[in-house]
């Protein structure tokens, strides 16, 4: 099947994410999402989502809400709805650890805090990441915690000042480390 069956009926409909689709066109409610330029304020919701899919790739097609991540997050990690325990077990040995400029390994990001394990790595959170112009988001899950932190920004940057993938990993941690 093409990929947007496959993430419908395998991801979709299987996680029950109910306020999540795969598309592409712009959803009636697309968020507005600002992005600066050359001093100007864009709103990127005009924008065409095949223009955002040409270069972001499947991901770019996927609209979601921050109460869908936060599900999504359980169904992977919490249970076996969408995949197995030793598949689950397999992205997170393959994980990639979190840097500037990380390319995910089996689909997972690996967060910190990072202790040392036996093999010099050892994470509290997997999750992913993901930018389009005007838009941020971040879903991580801690399994020492049992929690799930998903969060979205549409702003790129406000004033000048970019908000960077940097800026919603530390509010992630922010929530891990508040939560005893």
């Keep these: 099947m093409d990929i947007a069956e496959l993430i419908r009926t395998e991801v979709i409909k299987r996680g029950g994410l109910s306020q999540t689709t795969y598309q ?8 507005h999402g600002y992005f600066e ?24 097609a ?14 992977l990690f919490a249970s076996e709805h969408l ?9 997170m040995d393959e994980a990639v650890p979190v840097t500037p400029v ?5 689909a997972l990001m690996a967060f910190c805090p990072c ?8 994470y509290a959170g997997y999750g992913h990441g993901g930018h389009l112009p005007g838009y941020w988001a971040l879903a991580v899950y801690y399994p020492s915690k049992e929690l799930a932190v998903a ?3 549409n702003r790129d940057s ?18 891990f480390e508040a939560i005893p």
């Design 83 to 91: 995949v197995s325990a030793s598949s689950r077990a397999h992205m």
């Design 37 to 60: 330029y050359e001093g100007s304020v864009l709103d990127a919701s005009g924008v065409a989502q095949q223009a955002f899919v040409s270069f972001g790739g499947a991901a770019a």
């Design 158 to 175: 406000v004033d000048g000042t970019p908000i960077d993938r940097s800026s919603l990993d530390q509010a992630a941690l922010a929530v």
């Design 151 to 153: 969060m979205m920004i």
């Design 115 to 122: 202790t040392d394990g036996a093999d010099g790595r050892s």
């Design 102 to 106: 990380t390319a995910s390994g089996r």
């Design 24 to 31: 592409f066109d712009n959803p009636l409610d697309l968020a």
């Design 62 to 75: 996927v609209h979601s809400t921050v109460g869908d991540l936060t599900h999504f997050l359980e169904e």
